[in-house]
């Protein structure tokens, strides 16, 4: 797979300046990219490399445009320009299709052609898999699954029953998709499971990180839409709704019955309470823990802030008592009020 | 499974208001239930749903019996009783016995009547299966552990040897009982590892979630006691002890020899720290760290509020800052004190 | 495996105080242990239990010698004997070399001699296992990936392509090498994925905990140094570089491209935010998110202190609203100011 520059300007957009005919090959890093390697520079911190780097071409903003004489490809926006050139390079992999002798397939399951079924993995009664998609090894599909088109699940994946995936979906090693969701009623100091009658659906276009956990609806469905983005070790609780193209960072979780708009970001480690409403396009920095609802597009935060440990200490002594300094405000405003006419 | 709205009241409990005859075959919401469901109302925010509802009949407190028409079961406490209405219709599946012939099984490991064992799962020597306990695809039981009756391990579970699981257990996917604890010494800045002697104990009706990680102990075992309920995602570190009908929630993590009290409930993404105790009826908001052991009973919280990012901003900068303020505080308390005579 | 009190002197170091004929073969706590058992006393906090212990001897610091009148193990850092006492009665296990006739390995793999693949195993092309390595039950290798001398992966341990694990690793069941890293550019709200080109490289004497996962690098590999220590449930984001003989407690995370120096310590639940470095011997609170780079040694925290819940409530409330604390300070410095001449 090599294209020239000029070719994949061609099919990508952008402007070559220098040798349009430089044959590139694979995307590589400023630093260490050479020979058939275009690197790219998407962030001005790190200029200075530019005039080192031992790339074939680069990738930059026309206001980075003059400082290399390496053929350019120049853009407007050189990070997404890399993830396109990336993508062009090093296509997604197409699975060699076949079922193979040691995976147990279920006698009513249908699998689509040109799909894989590797060693180990289980498909059961009922379920279908979609064209030219890739179960993994020692992947296990309940009954009544579907599984979209070129969908791939990478090994030790596990479905339960009854949950549903798009196409083109991503599902790394370790997701559990449509486990019991947490539902349990206290019976005087003993808790009763709640069936858990729900399944999972994920739209088309999602991407699920390694160990991530999607629980299944109590009575209807988890949802989650098309161009969902889910990192590594999240956790998804029985009835939220993510809404299309959100993205959530490794290790957040939403709470039971939480909605995520359209187009949000969440960072790393950040929760969502359950039964609150997020509307579209809100972001929340990472290790955040939203309280309520949001219904205004924006930026929300909640960290606090870490210190050296013997300034946290004592910073931290002073919020355990901030009601006290308080009292002490309330007090030197009561004197001045007061005309300080009293003996302290 | 069928019953009418009268035999579910004979067999559970609550008063039956309006037709006893009418059939329910399965639970819903009060949005999108049909006929042959019984929905329920159990929160009064929802009440304006139940003059809509399309459900056969409805689940009420006595407050809300004069809100329907429809059908009523009234009782003191209407989401336990879906609860129970829910496990009713939607019994436990049993599973069908047998050792598929892609199942492991060592020579003298003991598989009990009506167990089932499925493809790729393997079952180390010394290891006992209880009555009807279900274990499934691709799961590993090390050697000499024991899995109590009418135990089910969903596909995909590792139990390390020498670990017990009591009765009647659920646990989902992913989950890993008895890898090593985390215990190192340091011996001049490298770490020693300590082998891990101990197991894990786990009593009867646990529940434990998918990704959920309880680690063996050191040289005794970790303890998990009958009733706990372990959402998805959930750390338990080495020797840790969970008391009685404890719930935790998702991601959530007790370190080291933390040991937590019967009848708790820890909120998600919550973490004990090591060595700690907390004693029964304690309950430990979402998103806290608790750093001291509790000895009373009641409810604790430690989360930071989030705020749009300005506000968050403005507002942690002041408690990065908490000492400069309070010698502020302190300089005017002074000055007062010193009657204002000094020049400022 | 048996060992007189003086022998193990002799091998280990120490000085024995009492009878060195005495014969050990395991260790236990103080409470608990028996006949043959050596416990230990590493914190002072627990002297009271050195009285009654029916320990056979005892590991003891020079200053608490004199408590006890059972055969000792004097020593300076007690903790530290009990780590090298418990290593030499319980030796790492060696595998029963052999490939399992239901492990599937690629024409092209070389398993080295003394090795063991267990059923249900996979490896894939092109990937070499070293000469003593333990491949457990249910564990996907990918292709052309190394797995060093005497490693062991327990059962249902996923290794992408082309990783890295170097000699003598201990990696738990569940754990994920080399998962696609979260890269993804936003194109018009859309999220185009950046194919993750990179690996992982691990180093020697790495202990990787049950469910952790580490992703692969987005061009270049993500780095585990020697000796480096991982507990249950970290995410390693891609393009991270962990010193050597680093320690890092469960639930943690490291975004993409953090690093973090050799010989640091992170706490339970803590994240390193991205692209920052954290430099040699820093230690890391737990619940602490550090979200900018650390250059010198020493211990940073940022957890939020807990309390009873009303007293969170009413001094959280004061959080919200330290703005407002801060304004009615400064209105008092100004009026102090201005001689107070003014009316309220």
Chains 1, 2, 3 share one sequence.
Not at 6 to 22: C, F, N, T, W
Not at 41 to 48: D, E, P, V
Not at 57 to 74: F, H, K, M, N, Y
Not at 275 to 282: A, G, K, N, Q, R
Request: aromatic content about 4%; charged content about 20%.
């Amino acid at each position: 797979m090599a294209f020239t520059l000029g070719e994949i300007a061609r099919r990508l957009g952008g402007r070559v300046a220098g040798d349009a005919a430089i044959l590139i090959r694979q995307v590589g890093t400023l630093e260490h990219a050479g020979p058939g390697q275009i690197a790219f520079l998407a962030n001005s911190r790190y200029r200075g490399r530019l005039a080192a780097t031992r790339a074939a071409a680069v990738i930059v903003g026309a206001d980075s445009e003059s400082l290399s004489t390496l053929p350019r490809l120049v853009c407007e926006e050189p990070y997404l320009m890399y993830a396109r050139v990336a993508a062009l390079l090093n296509p997604r992999a197409a699975p060699v299709p076949g079922i193979d002798p040691q995976a147990r397939i279920a006698a009513d399951a249908r699998i689509a052609e040109g799909a894989r079924v590797e060693q180990g993995a289980s498909v059961e009664a009922g379920t279908t898999i979609g064209a030219g998609a890739w179960i993994g090894a020692g992947c296990h599909i309940g009954g009544g699954v579907a599984i979209g088109e070129h969908s791939r699940l990478h090994p030790g994946v596990v479905v339960y029953r009854g949950c549903r995936i798009g196409a083109r979906a991503i599902v790394h090693s370790g997701a559990i998709i449509g486990a019991d969701g947490f539902g349990f009623a206290n019976d005087g100091g003993r808790w009763i499971k709640i069936p858990q009658l729900g399944g999972v659906t994920i739209g088309d276009d999602v991407e699920i990180g390694a160990g991530t956990t999607i629980d299944r609806g109590a009575i209807e469905d988890t949802l989650i839409e098309d161009g969902v983005k889910l990192d590594n070790q999240i956790q998804i609780g029985h009835n939220c709704q993510v809404g299309a193209h959100t993205a959530i960072a490794g290790c957040a979780g939403l709470a039971g019955s939480a909605r995520v708009g359209r187009r949000c970001t969440i960072g790393a480690g950040s929760i969502v309470l359950g039964h609150l409403t997020i509307c579209d396009d809100v972001h929340i920095s990472a290790d955040t823990v939203i309280t309520k609802s949001i219904a205004r597009p924006g930026t929300y935060t909640g960290l606090y802030p870490f210190a050296g440990h013997a300034a946290w200490s004592r910073n931290t002594a002073l919020v355990r008592h901030l009601a006290k300094l308080e009292a002490r405000v309330r007090e030197l405003e009561r004197r001045l009020a007061a005309g300080f006419t009293e003996p302290r």
